[in-house]
C-alpha cells in the first residue's frame, strides 16, 4: 500500500474515515517510528496488521470502532513505547496483550467498555521515569493484581477515575504500591457525595492490617 516510502518516519492517517486496513499493509516500511490512526473508523485490526515495523515507537489508535484487540496484534511492535487506545468500544484485554511490547512506558485505554483486566497487565509497562497507566472512564468494578510479581523500581501512575470501582481487599496492593512508593493513584473515584480523598482513605482503613 505504502510503496516508494521506505525510508518515511512518520505517518499521520488520522481523520481520514479510515474503516479497514489491510494485513501487512505497513510491512516495507522499517524506518517508521510514529503512526497516528486516531479518529477514523476502524473497527477491527488484524494479528499481522503492523508487521514489519521494528522501529515504531508511538502508535495512536485514538476514537475509532475497536470492539476487541487479536491476540498478538502487538507482536511485530518490539520498540512500542506509547499506546493510546482511547475512544474506542473496547470490553476486555486478552491475557499477555502487551507481553512482547518490551519499551512499553505509557499505555493509555481511557473512554472504552473495560469491565475486566487481565492479571499482570502493568508487568508489561517499563519501569522507566515517566511510566503511567491510564484506565480512565471504563466500566471497571475491580481490578486483579496488575503488576503480578514484579514490582516497579520507579513510580508508576496509574489513573482510573470514573470507574465504578468498588474498595475490597483486592485493591490493597495498590495501596501498598502508594505506602511504598512505586505507585501513584491519580484520578480515583470520587465516593458518592464526597471527594477523592474520601476514597483514599476507604482505601487506607480496608488495607490496614493486611
Known amino acids: 500500500m505504502f510503496d516508494g516510502l521506505e525510508s518515511l518516519q512518520k505517518l499521520y492517517l488520522q481523520k481520514n474515515s479510515i474503516s479497514n486496513i489491510e494485513q501487512s499493509s505497513f510491512s516495507n516500511m522499517r524506518h517508521l517510528s ?3 490512526l486516531f479518529q477514523n473508523k ?3 485490526i488484524s494479528a499481522g496488521m ?3 515495523l521494528p522501529n515504531l515507537t508511538v502508535l495512536l489508535l485514538v476514537d475509532n470502532l475497536l470492539t476487541e484487540l487479536p491476540a498478538g496484534v502487538f507482536r511485530d511492535l518490539p520498540s512500542l513505547e506509547g499506546l493510546d487506545l482511547s475512544g474506542n468500544k473496547l470490553v476486555t484485554l486478552s491475557l499477555g496483550i502487551f507481553s512482547e511490547t518490551n519499551h ?3 499505555l493509555i485505554v481511557a473512554r472504552n467498555q473495560l469491565h475486566t483486566l487481565p492479571a499482570g497487565l502493568m508487568s508489561h509497562v517499563q519501569r522507566k521515569p515517566g511510566a503511567l497507566v491510564i484506565l480512565s472512564e471504563n466500566n471497571l468494578e475491580t481490578v486483579p493484581d496488575l503488576f503480578s510479581a ?3 523500581s520507579v513510580n ?3 489513573y482510573f477515575g470514573k470507574n465504578p470501582l468498588q474498595i475490597d481487599s483486592r485493591l490493597c496492593l495498590m495501596w501498598e504500591g502508594v505506602q511504598q512508593d512505586w505507585l501513584t493513584l491519580s484520578e480515583v ?3 458518592e457525595g464526597g471527594e477523592e480523598a ?3 482513605r476507604q482505601l487506607e482503613a480496608t488495607c490496614a492490617g493486611k
Open 42 to 44: 476502524i473497527s477491527s
Open 34 to 36: 510514529t503512526l497516528f
Open 150 to 152: 514484579k514490582r516497579p
Open 104 to 106: 512499553l512506558t505509557q
Open 189 to 191: 473515584p470520587v465516593v
Open 156 to 158: 508508576v501512575k496509574l
Open 198 to 200: 474520601d476514597w483514599v
Open 50 to 52: 503492523f508487521e514489519g
